[in-house]
């Protein structure tokens, strides 16, 4: 059975009737309305208790990490401290976090090998073509038309020039 009152829009209040045709909300009885109140005052106490941040105490040292070994420095006492109920595993996990960030900060950037090919003119000027190297050398390469000489840097500018 729902609640018999009208809200302030007009439509009906959905709640469930608990005495005399009306929900607790809009109850008459003095005994119901004090333990709405009630309700209403310890819940707030609650949600203050749950919702204060926990945090370190502020004697609670600074830490810098320079190297991975201080990453290993910081993280062993809060996971003693985690394994024997001491610290709430949400600031450990905090503390894990930005361990890992500092840690991929720590790295050294990954080495990337160049691959670098130098061009080596031939005593004759021209510049070999790399199908004759690989013995591919015919008419369907592009780069030197099967000459197995890339053409000269001029006759290259020319030609780029005449496909515009």
């Not at 780069?143 to 515009?164: F, H, I, K, T, V």
């Amino acid at each position: 059975m729902k609640c018999s009152v009208r809200r302030r829009d007009g439509k009906p209040c959905q709640a469930a009737a608990i005495k005399d045709g009306r929900c607790l909300f809009h109850a008459r009885d003095a005994k119901l309305t004090r333990a709405l109140k009630q309700g209403r005052v310890s819940g707030g106490l609650v949600m203050q208790r749950f919702s204060k941040c926990p945090t370190l105490s502020e004697s609670t040292p600074a830490v810098r990490l320079t190297s991975p070994q201080d990453i290993l420095e910081l993280l062993s006492a809060p996971i003693s401290q985690v394994r024997t109920g001491l610290l709430d595993r949400g600031i450990a996990q905090v503390i894990a976090g930005l361990a890992s960030v500092a840690q991929r900060c720590l790295q050294p950037e990954p080495y990337h090998e160049a691959n670098v090919a130098f061009i080596v003119h031939a005593p004759s000027g021209r510049i070999p073509c790399a199908c004759v190297e690989t013995g591919t050398a015919d008419a369907t390469c592009i780069q030197c038309s099967g000459s197995g000489y890339l053409p000269e840097s001029n006759e290259r500018l020319s030609a780029g020039a005449d496909a515009n």
